[in-house]
C-alpha cells in the first residue's frame, strides 16, 4: 500500500480528531509569529495588568516562534473544543437574566476544566497517529501550557477571525470553543489561512461590555483589549481586592464573563451546543446559597471539592470575593426584598469575621450596598471595634461612608 500524502494524512486526522469531539480542526507549519509587535505593544500599555507570565522575557522569546516550545515540530495540528450555546440559559443565565440573583459562571467552566480534557483527548490523537504511520511520531500537546500564541496560529491553520471581541470566530460555529496545539515532527499538509474578517460594521460587543475593557481595533485592525477592565481577568486572576471602580458592572458574574459572546450575533446564529463534559453538573445557585457553602469549606476542602473544575484557580478566598461583590450587586438592586436582605445579612456577617483579609474586606464593602442601613452599619461597627488590618479598615470606613 502506498504512504498516505501529508494532504492525506491531515484529512485522515481530522476524521479522527472529530471522532474525538473536536469539531473545530486545522493544521499550520511552525512559522514565527506575525504579531509580536502588537504583542509588546499591549504589554507595554501594561493591558496584561497582573499576569507577569506573559510579560517574562523568556516566555515572550518563545512566543516569538513555536518551534522554541517544540525545536522538532514540522506541523502543528490546532483543534476547536465547543463547550457551549446560548440555549443554556434554563440552567444558568443569558442575555434576560443579568439582574437575577444567581451566580452566573462562564459557560466554559460549568463543567470539567478544559486544562485536563483537551490533553487527554490530544495524546490519544498522537497515538492514534504512531499505529496510522507505523512510526514512532514524536509530539507535544499544549493548552495553555506553553508560552504560545494559540490564537494566531489558528486563525493561520484556518479555525476562524479575530472578533472585535478578541475573540477567534468560526463562521458556521460560533466563538463558544477552546484551543488545544498538537505539534508533531510530521509533515502534514496545511490548512487554508482564514483571511477574512467578519465583523463588518457590527460593534455590540464593544457597546455590551459593562467594564469597557474591549477598546475596538487598531490601525491595522488588531481587535484590542485592556485585559485589567475585563471581569474574567478580575474574577479570576486578580489575586488582590476587586478595583472599587469595577465592582458595580460586575453585576452577578463571578468567575469569568461571556458578554461580549453573548451579544455576537455569529453565536446567537451558529452556536451549537458543546461537549457534555462542559456541561454544568448542577443548576445554577443563588450568590447566597454558594456564599454560605463556602464559608463553611476550608480551602483544603474547597481544592477538594473542585478539584476537576476551573473554580479551583481563584481559591476559597478568590472565588468567595467574586461572589461577595455579586452580592453587593444584588443588594443595591432595586427589586431586592426584605427576605433576601435578611438573607444575605446571615452571609455577611460570617464573612466579616471570615480568617482571610480579602473576604472580611469584600464582606464590609457589601453591607456597605444595603439600602436599609441600620443592621449593616451595627455590623460594620462591631467589626471595626476589633479589626486589625488595615485592607479591611479601609474598606470598613468606604462601607460606613456610603451609607
Ligand atoms: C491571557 C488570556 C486571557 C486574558 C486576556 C484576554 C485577551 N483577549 O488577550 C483574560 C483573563 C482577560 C482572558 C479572558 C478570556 N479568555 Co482567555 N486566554 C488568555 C491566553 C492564556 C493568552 C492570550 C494572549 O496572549 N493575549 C494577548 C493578546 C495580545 O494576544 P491574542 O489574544 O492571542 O491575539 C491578539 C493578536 O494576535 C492581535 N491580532 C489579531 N489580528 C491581528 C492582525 C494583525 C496584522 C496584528 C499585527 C495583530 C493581530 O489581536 C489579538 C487580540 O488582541 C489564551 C491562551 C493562549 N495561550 O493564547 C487564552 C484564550 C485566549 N482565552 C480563551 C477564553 C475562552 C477566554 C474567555 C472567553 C473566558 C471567559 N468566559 O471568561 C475570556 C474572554 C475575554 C475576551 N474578550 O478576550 C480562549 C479563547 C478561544 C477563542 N475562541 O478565541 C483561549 C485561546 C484559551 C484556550 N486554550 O482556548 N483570557
Ligand atoms: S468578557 Fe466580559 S468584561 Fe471581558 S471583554 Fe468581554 S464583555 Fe467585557
Ligand atoms: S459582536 Fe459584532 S463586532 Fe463583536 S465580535 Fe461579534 S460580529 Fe464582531
Known amino acids: 500500500m502506498n504512504e498516505p500524502s501529508p494532504a492525506q494524512l491531515t484529512e485522515a486526522l481530522r476524521q479522527e480528531a472529530e471522532l474525538l469531539g473536536f469539531t473545530l480542526f486545522g493544521v499550520v507549519r ?12 499591549w ?12 510579560a517574562r522575557d523568556d516566555a515572550r522569546e518563545r512566543r516569538s516562534d513555536p518551534l522554541a516550545s517544540f525545536p522538532p515540530a514540522q506541523s502543528i495540528v490546532v ?20 439582574q437575577s440573583d444567581n451566580a452566573v459562571i462562564a459557560r466554559y467552566a460549568r463543567g470539567n476544566d478544559y486544562h485536563s480534557v483537551i490533553p487527554e483527548l490530544l495524546e490519544r490523537l498522537l497515538a492514534w497517529l504512531d499505529g496510522e504511520t507505523g512510526e514512532d511520531v514524536r509530539g507535544r500537546v499544549l493548552v495553555d501550557t506553553a508560552p504560545v500564541l494559540e490564537r494566531e496560529l489558528a486563525r493561520r491553520a484556518g479555525v476562524g477571525w479575530f472578533g472585535r471581541n478578541t475573540m477567534l470566530i468560526h463562521p458556521e460555529r460560533g466563538s463558544y470553543f477552546l484551543l488545544g496545539l498538537l505539534m508533531v515532527d510530521l509533515e502534514l499538509g496545511p490548512s487554508e489561512p482564514f483571511s477574512r474578517e467578519h465583523c463588518g460594521t457590527c460593534r455590540a460587543c464593544v457597546d455590551a461590555c459593562p467594564t469597557g475593557a474591549l477598546l475596538g481595533r487598531d490601525e491595522v485592525g488588531a481587535p484590542v483589549i485592556d485585559a485589567r477592565r475585563c471581569i474574567s481577568y478580575l474574577t479570576i486572576e486578580l489575586k488582590g ?16 464573563c461571556d458578554i461580549c459572546q453573548e451579544v455576537c450575533p455569529w453565536n446567537e446564529r451558529f452556536s451549537r451546543g458543546g461537549d457534555p463534559t462542559y456541561a454544568p453538573g448542577a443548576p445554577a445557585e443563588s450568590l447566597i446559597d ?20 476551573p473554580l479551583a484557580r481563584p481559591r476559597r478566598k478568590g472565588m468567595l470575593r467574586n461572589l461577595l461583590v ?13 427576605e433576601t436582605e435578611r438573607e444575605a445579612l446571615t452571609v ?11 473576604v472580611r474586606g469584600h464582606a464590609a464593602w457589601a453591607l456597605g450596598q444595603m439600602a436599609t442601613a441600620s443592621a449593616s452599619t451595627a455590623l460594620l461597627r462591631a467589626r471595626q ?9 479601609e474598606e470598613i470606613d468606604g462601607a460606613l461612608r456610603a451609607d
Not at 327 to 335: E, T
Not at 348 to 358: C, E, I, K, M, V
Open 30 to 41: 511552525p512559522q514565527p509569529s506575525e504579531h509580536m509587535a502588537f504583542y509588546d505593544a
Open 43 to 54: 504589554l507595554e500599555r501594561d493591558y496584561h495588568g497582573e499576569m507577569a507570565y506573559l
Open 79 to 98: 483543534v476547536g473544543h465547543e463547550y457551549g450555546n446560548q440555549r443554556q440559559e434554563s440552567l444558568h443565565d443569558g442575555p434576560s437574566d443579568r
Open 241 to 256: 481586592p476587586i478595583p472599587l471602580e469595577h465592582r458595580a458592572a460586575m453585576g452577578n458574574r463571578v468567575f469569568g
Open 290 to 309: 454558594f456564599a454560605a457553602r463556602l464559608l463553611d469549606m476550608s480551602e483544603k476542602g474547597y481544592q477538594r471539592a473542585y478539584a476537576q473544575s
Open 326 to 338: 455579586g452580592i453587593g450587586n444584588a443588594l443595591r438592586a432595586d427589586a431586592c426584598d426584605s
Open 348 to 358: 455577611l456577617r460570617t464573612a466579616l469575621s471570615d480568617a482571610q483579609p480579602l
Open 385 to 393: 471595634s476589633v479589626e486589625s488590618d488595615p485592607y479591611v479598615l
